[in-house]
């Protein structure tokens, strides 16, 4: 079946740099593009960015535009989101989902904390 | 900056039958913003129920529709049942690959 299975959550301080994974299985990976979207403790979903199905195009929300990349691996079926210059603020549960006119499929997110 | 705006919270009674809308700060919802609507009960992963205005997800019962009403996108649930009883969020397709979440909308049924 379709899943998508994200990692790489964890504490890490102001500043630092994450790099989270989403493993994708039961679709043909580079036929589709993807999110990323997260949700901070208690508050509302965030789209943060998207990559066509062949890495080609990218973008990104305002609030983390330079300093979080987002990348995928074909041959691995994995789509990556580089963090880094981490704020307080970046605290969220990171979703990783397919796009199908949107999102579709949510993986079941990787929490990062950021503090000191 | 485009807010996409929600209700903060609804209430049903059961059985009955409620609209959630979405909407823009400025200007019309249209079928160009392709809505989409999600559910989230606490600790999950959200889960798709409309895409692309009104197609449902699969495995998402016919209770749930989506509609352009108005100068919003609207997810409408028929039949309340207790376990509808969570988050909805919806997003909109701005262009130029920008995605925005509204707020989302507390459902309580009662």
């Known amino acids: 079946q379709v899943q998508l299975v994200e990692s790489g959550g964890g504490v890490v301080q102001p500043g630092r740099s994450l790099r989270l994974s989403c493993a994708a299985s039961?679709?043909?990976?580079?036929?589709?593009?993807m999110h990323w979207v997260r949700q901070a403790p208690g508050k509302g979903l965030e789209w943060v960015a998207v990559t066509q199905y062949d890495g080609s195009k990218k973008n990104y929300a305002d609030s983390v535009k330079g300093r979080f990349t987002i990348s995928r691996d074909q041959s691995k079926n994995t789509l990556y989101l580089q963090m880094n210059s981490l704020r307080a603020e970046d605290t969220a549960v990171y979703y990783c989902?397919?796009?199908?006119?949107?999102?579709?499929?949510w993986g079941q997110g990787t929490t990062v904390t950021v503090s000191s | 900056q485009t807010v996409v705006t929600q209700e903060p919270s609804f209430s049903v009674s059961p059985g009955g039958t409620v609209t959630l809308t979405c909407g823009l700060s400025?200007?019309?919802?249209?079928?160009?913003?392709?809505p989409s609507w999600y559910q989230q009960t606490p600790g999950q992963a959200p889960r798709t129920l409309i895409y692309?205005?009104?197609i449902r997800s699969s495995g998402v019962p016919d209770r749930f529709s989506g509609s352009i009403f108005g100068n919003k996108a609207a997810l409408t649930i028929t039949g309340a049942q207790a376990d509808d009883e969570c988050d909805y969020y919806c997003v909109l397709y701005m262009g130029s690959d920008i995605w925005v979440f509204g707020g989302g909308t507390k459902l309580t049924v009662l």
């Open positions: 692309r205005t009104n």
């Open positions: 039961g679709f043909t990976f580079s036929s589709y593009g």
């Open positions: 400025s200007g019309s919802v249209s079928t160009n913003h392709f």
């Open positions: 989902a397919r796009n199908v006119n949107a999102m579709d499929v």
